[in-house]
């Protein structure tokens, strides 16, 4: 069988990985000139950076560290232990571990009562039912009760530990108000957290792509490919990139949602483009400030989470990517990430993004003198997010589309890795299952 493969990030790559497996031709098709997707790397003056995605999560993303044992890939992986520090509004510093996230109940500022009321919905939550796989979108459909992640943790854990401890995890993770989130995600992250390992692999999460798909036959990987169109033919379907065609028995469309939507508004009902063309997109953007000597060699953590602040903040966290991952910053040399939260970016210009950027480093890791360079990374729609209803609402979907035709992406669940690989493989597997004989 020969599968058509639409969008080279992680989900396609991982779609392409599990077809090409099981013996059958995988074709790949990438629009941009490199794979890798919101994962992908880019090299400017010795440093590498990433130009979206960041850690893996261990026990977490079990489809992932699967697929990296079954490549060979797995040993590799350098581990990053996120040693964090919470930046209070008047500078106190408070240190916690994203790999530990109950190393969050030890901030200072919490009183007893919150520590009491963090671990009773800790323990209450890890008896209760809730999605077995965090990034698995039809478990998590199955536990959403149109509950706001704001509502909920202010409800079972009080305005303090909203504030540090839910607030600047989510922050990091995701970058928008917390009342934008739906709760069945965080809450699965929760009752797992015991299994949260970081690592990244040595050139960064878009080599995970690269492994993916090594094994390709060069012919079948296209970049600089965007598909323009697809048609039926037959019992097949065509394909549309670079004023040429394509014919395969099926197509796995991996790329973001309203991409999907366009390209099957014919062979969907307008209630399935619909749910599509509604997955939200929120704005993104963070900031690479590299430094050609390291201006802070000696400083204690890889993270810092600014807190305390009322309303919306600009950033959600500053990482050290040195220590995160060493081969990405020339000798000597260091790298920040400035990530920013969504709300104010909508009134910032591009060089107001920027300054903000190196004036929050300074506050937060010490004045340092002026950088090699400062590279945006600017996303009109950078990361999906999952509103209540969300899941159920795209979940739908997988049951009305055409034959030989299935969906992968991030966006059935709440974005991440392990969110794409996983829908990639179910994608590929579903077609590869519906072709046996
Ligand atoms: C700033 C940032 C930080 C992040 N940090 C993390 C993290 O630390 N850990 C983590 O697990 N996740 C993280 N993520 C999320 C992660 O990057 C995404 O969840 C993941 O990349 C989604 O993979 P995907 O394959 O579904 O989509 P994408 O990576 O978006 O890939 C879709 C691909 O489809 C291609 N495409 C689009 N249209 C066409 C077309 N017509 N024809 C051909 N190709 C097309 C696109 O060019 C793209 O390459 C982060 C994301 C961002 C933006």
Redesign the pocket.
Known sequence: MKVII?????????AAYTVQKANHEAIL????DT??????QLHREGFNL????????GGI?PR?MALLREMGHIKKLVPWKGASELMDEDNSRYPVRLDKIFSFAKVPTLRSIDRLRLLATGIRLFFSPGAKNPFNGSQLATFDRGENLEDWSRKHLGARNYEYVMRPIMDF?Y?VPLRQLSTPFPKALIKQAHKISLSTPPQG?GQI?DWLVEHMPSENVHVS????RIARDGDCWQVF?NGRSFSGDAVVI???AF?AA??LQEFISPDAHQRLMDTPYTE?A?VAVAYEEDPWPDYPVDIVLPVGVDGERDVGAMVLHGRRSPTSVPEGAQLVGV?FNTPPLADMSDDDIKNQAVKQVNKAFGQAPPPQFVHL?R?EK???IAKPGHYQSLDKVHDLLPPHIRL????FSQ???????Y??ERAANDILKSHAP
């Open positions: 639409i969008g080279g990030g992680p989900a396609g790559c991982a098709f990438e629009a941009s794979i890798g997707g919101r994962t992908k990433g130009t979206g995605a960041l850690f893996l999560m993303y992932t993770l970058a999460i792509s490919a965007p598909v323009e990139a991996a790329t973001e991409v366009g390209l993104y963070h990530y990374f996303y950078g990361l999906t992968a992406g991030d966006y974005a991440g890795v392990e969110a794409a690989i829908s990639g």
